[in-house]
């Protein structure tokens, strides 16, 4: 079954204590990005990847890293968590030929104190 | 990127009733995608247009593609509780691959 896995599902953290949260896809996509998603403000991009070794900033990138080591993993990390990265993340993953749809995570919601 | 309108915002409607969502932009776009996302769930593709003046159906949702490709509309006849959830239209983001999502419609279906 193709799918994007995201975990964990939920987490609660506290203030600068570094995290990651994973993101695998078994579709063989070369592109993944990383959404969050708040009330009122829709989905944002937060950083997004072409291929292994090549990430790129999105919309909202401050706080957060990425990796691309291999093609089927893209994690997101957050080296000093702050209260106003309290969100919901979703990963998601596509082909490479433009115009082709995104296939997302569950979803990761993510509560900094 | 080319950033997407979407409207309304929120709109509450009685089952059986109708129910559209727009999407517009200040730019035309190559094509636009449409997802929904039911609550607490993830954002799932439904459908994309490209072609000026497309339209698609899928049961009974219409989806269609303005003539100069700036805006899209959504249309839900005769809406059932199933329908309940979060509309998003989105549009090509900078690179291309990438999708600029409006900031959807949340439809809520009364019984």
């Known amino acids: 079954e193709a799918q994007v896995t995201q975990n964990p599902r939920y987490l609660i953290t506290v203030t600068g204590k570094k995290l990651t949260v994973t993101c695998s896809q078994n579709?063989?996509?070369?592109?993944m990005s990383w959404y969050r998603q708040d009330p009122g403000l829709g989905l944002r991009q937060i950083y997004y990847?072409?291929?292994?070794?090549?990430?790129d900033k999105g919309d909202v990138p401050e706080g957060y890293k990425v990796s691309r080591k291999e093609k089927r993993n893209f994690p997101l990390i957050l080296e000093s968590p702050s209260p106003n990265q309290t969100s919901l993340y979703f990963c998601?993953?596509?082909?490479?030929?433009?115009?082709?749809?995104?296939?997302f995570g569950q979803g990761t919601r993510l509560t900094v104190v | 990127g080319q950033q997407v309108m979407q409207i309304p915002q929120y709109q509450h409607v009685q089952e059986g009733e109708d129910f559209t969502t727009y999407c517009n932009s200040s730019?035309?776009?190559?094509?636009i995608q449409w997802y929904k996302q039911r609550p607490g769930g993830h954002p799932v593709f439904l459908i994309q247009?490209?072609?000026?003046?497309e339209v698609k159906k899928q049961k009974r949702l219409t989806f269609q593609f303005g003539e100069a490709k700036k805006n899209s509309s959504l249309h839900i006849t005769a809406t059932q509780t199933t329908d309940v959830g979060t509309y998003f239209c989105?549009?090509?983001?900078?690179?291309?691959?990438?999708?600029?999502f409006g900031k959807g419609t949340s439809l809520l279906v009364t019984p």
């Open positions: 990847s072409m291929n292994v070794e090549v990430t």
């Open positions: 989105a549009g090509p983001g900078g690179t291309g691959y990438a999708l600029n």
């Open positions: 730019t035309t776009l190559s094509n």
């Open positions: 998601a993953s596509s082909s490479l030929q433009v115009n082709t749809e995104a296939f």
């Open positions: 247009l490209v072609k000026s003046g």
């Open positions: 579709m063989n996509h070369e592109y």
